[in-house]
């Protein structure tokens, strides 16, 4: 029998937002197992990646992140700001995230809690 995984230099597993939202895409049972809900969309977007700008369109979003459908290629792990209907009445925000993972039709981006750095004048 092998002893119980100790997790060191963290707390307790399941506790950490990023742990929860990753653990959130892992199918269980055949029956996802998400943290937050999904909610169906189809707005246009435009991101950067590596000081460049670029174009999809949000498929859907949650609390957590988003899936842009693009013809672009990323690498998991990227940063990116994407902006959207993420505010409280639908303007649009920058975020900064993350791509978690990516298909043949495009990304998902985890939002990360740091906020948006603001644009000197």
């Not at 950490?16 to 999904?38: I, L, M, Q, T």
């Not at 290629?73 to 791509?99: C, L, S």
Request: glycine share 8%; charged share 30%; with cysteine.
């Amino acid at each position: 029998m092998k002893p119980p995984r100790k997790f060191p230099d963290k707390k307790s597993p399941g506790h950490d937002p990023e742990e929860k939202f990753e653990r959130g895409f892992r199918r269980h049972a055949n029956n996802e197992a998400r943290v937050y809900s999904r909610v169906p969309c189809s707005e246009d977007t435009h991101f950067s990646a590596n000081r460049e700008l670029f174009r999809g369109t949000i498929k859907n979003m949650s609390q957590g992140g988003i899936y842009v459908q693009t013809k672009e290629r990323f690498v998991v792990g990227q940063e990116v700001v994407v902006a959207g209907p993420f505010g409280q009445r639908n303007e649009d925000v920058k975020k900064i995230g993350k791509i978690v993972w990516h298909d043949a039709k495009g990304i998902a981006i985890q939002f990360l809690r740091r906020p948006h750095p603001q644009t000197k004048r």
